[in-house]
């Protein structure tokens, strides 16, 4: 336990796990700012330290435009001035005045290129270091919670704030929070400089952009709505394209291309549709935005001029410096929006982590030997239990179950039996105790809908079934103790696991087998003896007979999941790795269903090896594995319906004398062993290497094809397009047309300026 906190990051936050008799749909956080401000409490001292600097560079970056605009309306007077020949001293005051400023411009260019680096650097730096840090706690968190709370994720959902969560999050801390302080402090200063250098004249050019936002308003509400349909149409096409794609073969067997392709032109018509009504409304927001922009410029001008000749204004730089100053308003608001979004959406990234960051630890237990010892019986006591995504399917029912010490269990039963469940119970996935659910986290708007929308297809965990949550209650003990007081990494050290699909990392044999010996005395071992100790579990696990064989030996790479070995051979190694740490208990989860009557024989031979002297807990389909066994259990809807050796189950003639009736042993088995005699499971596997090397050629071949054929290059490319497109080369020419004449709105507004001074 003291370890267990020691490796806690700053940002922990209690929370209390809450106790539902009733079915409720899945609980939802609200995503709050401050989520946000919380991830900073992962910041170190020199983090803040250097957060602050990029805060106050930012700030500095942003007052130096406004000063800009200052020093190019002193620029205007003094030019104004010269000409007007207000000077006194002549052309030498001029040139003193004009070198004063060129060296202001200079300064500030000097300091706006230093600050923008700080800032820039010190908050993508921070913002990397902040992000990784988030990240490893979550992932710690992660792997000590029960598979309980963690079944209570939606599909994908760790994997998704660890990756896209988690780069959400990176830019609302780093670039978007400098980007929005530096136009923040812009914003302030500026309005802070025109007010400062006529109020007057600023309110009058201010009740031009009111205006402007109206518009904005009224028009920008409405092109939103159009574009999301619009996306909405477009992503169903793209999902019936991918849904095409990879059911291609179907679609060509059942002749049904060209339904295909009417439903997906059906789709892509429908986004034309929406994207024809919302243009209009877009052309109109940006033509009435623009059409403001230069009204208000040519009222501030008009005003501007107005007082300057009623002698309430001396310097005529001083309507540059209003006007540049608000207009510079005006175009930083878009500039402060997008970051208030990307920390709108790190707000929902952050809640995203904390929800899981935040979920009540589960009881780590205490009690190791020799308190308790892992030789001794395992006592299911009226276990009652269901999943937290399916809370009213009942899938222990009062169970009673011992399972006893050194001896070999099989557990056999319908699937949905619970089987699996109890290998789950004694490994200590999931808790009696437990009923914690991950919260989703949502937008605070997203808060504010009715309560129909909780149950829709985006919410966490989908509850099928109605009725009242199963309540969960019952023990599981060895040594007179629940299994969740025992220790729990020293509880897992004390057990093998072999499953129907075993999973091998893309590493050497070697190091996919010492992976077993984690959390076990030999741990920390030299190499040489792991060594050692790979070698003999690899042979009283069968596994050095192809190891032998293979040119590199137990240095060999097994691949993607074990993909350059067959099933019978990964099944091995994962026999090797969960023995290799002398376990007291080997479960055996269908360790030979997935593989054929061969390979099965020769693993059966290593796990009869490997079980000898071992609490072995056996699930199995294949009745024939299991014929051994010390005890059979049968399992029916949860509950114990018989229990004994296979030749007195036989003759009950119950429930298991009836599934071994159905899958024909005798028969089956004979059968069985006269196709396969002339078969190797080396022999398939080899011709599977084979197959896959055919198509290794084979996409080989398509590429050098490929690679003989001449790039089109970009103006083929978009030469093909103007050509396939020219039904609407009336359209483009006239937008063409418009769009040049309206880029030279600028050099018109420049020429008017220099008219004007």
Known sequence: MASDKK?????????????NSKKSPPPKRTATFKDYFRVFSYATKWDLIVYASGVVAAMGCGVTTPMMFVVFGSFVGEFTSFTNGDIGDGLDEFRDSLDKLCLYVFALFIARFGLAAIHRFAFRMIGIRLSAAIRLHYVRHLFNHTIHVLDSLPPGHAVGTITSSSNALQIGISEKLGTFIEYTSLIIASLIVALTWNWELALVTLSGFVVIVLIVGTLFPLTVKGQARQAHAEGQAAGLASEAFASIRMIMACDAQQQMVDKYGASIEEAKKHARATSPLTALQFALTFFGVFGTVALTFWYGTLIFT????????????????????????????????????????????FSLIDAPAPERGSLREPLVSATDDIIFDGVTFAYPSRPNVKVLDELDLRIEAGKITAIVGPSGSGKSTIVGLIERWYSLKQKYMIAKAIQAEESKKKKEEEGDESSGVELQETGDAIELQGSVTTCGHSLDEIDIKWWRSQIGLVQQEPFLFNDTIYENVARGLIGSRWEEEPEEVKRGLVKTACQEAFADEF????????????????????GGQRQRLAIARSIIKRPSILILDEATSAIDVRGERIVQEALNKATQGRTTIIIAHRLSTIKNADRIVVLKKGKVVESGTHESLIAMEGVYAGLVNAQALSSGDSEEETIYDGFDTEDVDTMGREKSHAISEYGDHLKSEHEDGKDRGFFGSFGLFFFESKSYWGLMIFSFITSMAAGTAQPLYAWMFFQIY
Request: aromatic fraction near 6%; include cysteine; proline fraction near 4%.
């Open 7 to 19: 490796d806690l990051l700053p940002g922990d936050q209690a929370a209390t796990a809450e106790d």
């Open 310 to 353: 009623r002698g309430k204004l001396d310097d005529v730089g001083v309507i540059v410096v209003v006007l540049m100053n608000l207009t510079t308003i005006f175009f930083s608001m878009e500039r402060v929006s997008a970051p208030m979004q990307a920390m709108g959406k790190a707000s929902l990234a952050a809640c995203e982590f």
């Open 547 to 566: 190891i032998d064989k293979l040119p590199q030996g137990y240095d060999t790479k097994v691949g993607d999941g074990g993909a350059g070995l067959s």
